[in-house]
Each structure stands twice: as C-alpha cells, then as structure tokens.
C-alpha cells in the first residue's frame, strides 16, 4: 500500500488519496455512520486515568489557614 492510499476503519478498503473526497478515515458515507452508531452506543471510549491528588496538589484538603 502507497503512503496515498488510507484504509478505511470501518470495512478495511482501500481509500485512494482524493483532494476532491471528504477527509477521514472512512471510504463511504455507510461507513462513517456505522463509526457514529459505534460512539453513540458506547463500543468506543476514551481512557481515563485516575490521579491520586487533586489539580490544586493537596489531596482534596482546601485548608486555606
């Protein structure tokens, strides 16, 4: 595969660069909204690490004296 050529995330085929087409990974219409229907439903997520201490550093502590 040429570095021009993407692969489409949905169905795997082969998406030829195209100034003219839509920009993304995906090589229809279809595909893009299967991808949505994936975020509506919850299939994808975005990681979320836990942090031991608040953003202020002080553990949840707000002792301001």
């Given at each position: 595969?040429?570095?021009?050529?993407?692969?489409?995330?949905?169905?795997k085929?082969?998406?030829?660069?195209?100034?003219k087409?839509?920009?993304?990974?995906?090589?229809?219409?279809?595909?893009?909204?299967?991808?949505?229907?994936?975020?509506?439903?919850?299939?994808?997520?975005?990681?979320?690490?836990?942090?031991?201490?608040?953003?202020?550093?002080?553990?949840?502590?707000h002792?301001?004296n």
């Amino acid at each position: 595969m040429s570095p021009s050529v993407k692969t489409c995330a949905i169905c795997k085929k082969e998406i030829p660069a195209d100034p003219k087409r839509r920009p993304g990974p995906f090589c229809s219409e279809t595909c893009r909204t299967i991808d949505l229907g994936h975020w509506a439903e919850g299939s994808y997520c975005v990681p979320v690490v836990e942090l031991d201490q608040d953003l202020t550093g002080t553990n949840g502590s707000h002792d301001l004296n």
